[in-house]
């Protein structure tokens, strides 16, 4: 039987902690992603995997593993600084290796090292001097180093790269999971959770079809009694939806908002690799960070920033720059991050990112805001205004001024009301847009159909995609995944003026590092008016290997006389199958 916790305070915690650091290190950091003079095409985390290499010689990188410059307090610090409540350390990644002295397994960064260091522990002191709280990550599914490792096949999916050590250990049949569950993961699951103080959440990955729910429940078990108020996140199990708080896809954006009691969290790169990988120089920009720092806080999630140390244990100068940035943008971003609060809009504003805790609004408008905008549906007495002069132009709608300034310092403008304001549920438009997500309408669901079931098996190596029965699902990031099935449709109720509306969908891929797919016809409906379109790609909305997005024309709407209307959407063909993994990320309307 589980025993059973209450996390309430600590998903309170959570939820107000908001950003996080993630630092994948292990000894991958050291070839950082070369390997007999070329680069692993693929994340550098995985060399071992990609390029196949015999655990004998890959354990000679733990003979060179001594990083001197490696200095959790002055990071951790850093971490701190920037706005950081907690952080999220790879104890063992896929390679096996333990970065902490473990008595379960040799392979350790204290007995196998000439370092004979303990990291576990010294990122464990550095994060009580500095107030952040110890998350750990740890590989429970896949182990190169160990014969009984987690293999899951077909490695299909995964670059060509195998998920088990099936060079050292081919023979498939006689791999006994349950030994390497028992007599490697428990044992040192247990003295991560009782050796290093306390622990605030438990990181697992890559569960596959390996772990089973009995395998997940042994482990929620083992937390609850060693560490009861630590949270784990939603990659512990495939096969059954649980832990205490839903991880997104690696690099996924959150959009729509977040329930109190299952809260989430977003996890980036800030280049494309999470282990430190010398060759790869496609880092995100300060900026760019502070946006996604804003898309995750407005819904509600929280977000790891992750950072890969070098074989020397450094950040690279790139990760300090970005956190530098994050440092100095805590004066301007500060109060709202810790808020505890999301957007109380129906609707995503698009023209700037929403916050509201119980009284106060904050508005953080972004780089095309007008100087000047109107703010609809927010009704109450202001008690004062921050950063801009505000002007109520009508019962519930504001014109607030001075927008570009903030825009470029990424500043919000806060409204602070003398009571809890009330923001209208219907969505309308806002500065002449409307932007719809999936995660605030109404979906209906219709009857499963052959094409619905070729999407059916869960995807995806972090076990982030959720299991829908043949029907499209809300995934963690608000969008709606494996957007396969002709019989449904989303329903937003919503309010408009009369006049001329024309729609963009916004899509995106459900699966990572493939290249975008349409292949499909739509038809959206407001009240009466109805118009169909092919989703064809007009304008590619970024380049990430990872989730591309599209941005499709449909056309035009009257209205001739406003009004509330019903809207919905819904795909009356879809030409091929591969089309039936896109995920519906947003509706936009704009007057024209
Ligand atoms: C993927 C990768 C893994 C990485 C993780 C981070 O699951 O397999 O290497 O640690 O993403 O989310």
């Not at 007599?183 to 040192?188: A, E, R, S």
């Amino acid at each position: 039987m589980s025993s059973v916790s209450d996390l309430t305070a600590s998903k309170a915690w959570f939820h107000k902690a908001r950003l996080g650091a993630f630092i994948h290190w292990g000894l991958y950091a050291l070839p950082g992603g070369m390997w007999e003079g070329t680069s692993v095409p693929y994340l550098a985390e995985w060399l071992q995997s990609a390029r196949r290499i015999p655990n004998a010689e890959y354990s000679l990188l733990a003979e060179r593993f001594n990083p001197q410059t490696f200095d959790a307090d002055a990071i951790v610090k850093g971490f701190s600084d920037a706005g950081m409540r907690y952080l999220v350390f790879t104890a063992k990644h896929h390679e096996g290796f333990a970065m902490w002295r473990s008595r379960v397994s040799s392979f350790n960064s204290y007995d196998a090292t000439p370092a004979h260091r303990d990291f576990v522990a010294e990122w464990s002191r550095a994060c009580q001097k500095h107030g952040v709280k110890l998350g750990l990550y740890y590989s429970h599914c896949l182990d190169w180093h160990e014969a009984d490792g987690g293999d899951p096949r077909p490695c299909e999916n995964n670059f060509g790269m195998s998920w088990g050590n099936d060079w050292d250990f081919p023979d498939q049949q006689n791999k006994n999971f349950d030994r390497y569950f028992e007599t490697k993961v428990l044992p040192q699951l247990t003295e991560l959770l009782s050796n290093y103080g306390e622990v605030a959440v438990l990181w697992l990955d890559c569960p596959m079809t390996v772990v089973t729910p009995r395998h997940a429940r042994c482990i929620l078990d083992l937390v609850h009694i060693l560490q009861p108020n630590c949270l784990v996140n939603s990659r512990l199990c495939m096969l059954e939806t649980l832990g205490d708080y839903g991880s997104l896809g690696d690099n996924q954006l959150p959009a729509g908002t977040t329930a109190d009691d299952f809260p989430r969290e977003a996890i980036i790169t800030l280049n494309d690799s999470w282990g430190y990988k010398s060759t790869d120089h496609n880092w995100k920009s300060p900026a760019q960070v502070r946006q996604i720092t804003l898309d995750a806080l407005q819904s509600g999630a929280n977000l790891l920033v992750n950072f890969g140390p070098d074989g020397d244990g450094r950040l690279t100068p790139e990760s300090w720059a970005i956190l530098h940035d994050l440092m100095e943008w805590q004066d301007a971003v500060g109060e709202a991050l810790h808020s505890g609060g999301q957007s109380p809009f129906p609707q995503d504003l698009g023209w700037a990112r929403a916050v509201a805790d119980d009284r106060r609004l904050w508005l953080f408008p972004g780089e095309s805001a007008p100087d000047t905008a109107v703010l609809a549906g927010v009704e109450g007495e202001l008690q004062s205004a921050t950063g801009t002069h505000a002007a109520r132009i009508g019962q519930d709608t504001w014109r607030l001024d001075g927008l570009q300034a903030l825009a470029k310092t990424q500043s919000p403008l806060r409204l602070e009301f003398t009571e809890p304001p009330r923001y209208d549920a219907c969505p309308r438009i806002q500065n002449g847009r409307m932007r719809l997500l999936p995660a605030q309408a109404k979906l209906i669901h219709g009857e499963p159909n052959a094409l619905a079931m070729l999407t059916d098996a869960p995807l995806g190596a972090a076990g982030e995609k959720l299991v829908g029965n043949g029907h499209s699902v809300l995934a963690d990031n608000g969008a709606l995944c494996d957007w396969h099935n002709p019989a449904e449709h989303c329903v937003w109720h919503i309010r408009l003026e009369s006049g001329r509306y024309r729609l963009r969908l916004v899509t995106r891929n459900g699966a990572h590092s493939q290249p975008w797919r349409g292949d499909r016809t739509v038809e959206v409906t407001i009240g009466d008016c109805r118009l169909t379109a092919e989703i064809v790609a007009t304008e590619r909305l970024d380049d990430s290997h990872y989730y591309r997005a599209a941005v499709t024309d449909l056309g035009e709407i009257p209205i001739v006389h406003g009004g509330e209307f019903d809207l919905t959407i819904r795909t009356i063909h879809i030409a091929s199958p591969d089309a039936a993994t896109m995920q519906l990320e947003r509706l936009e309307l704009q007057r024209s």
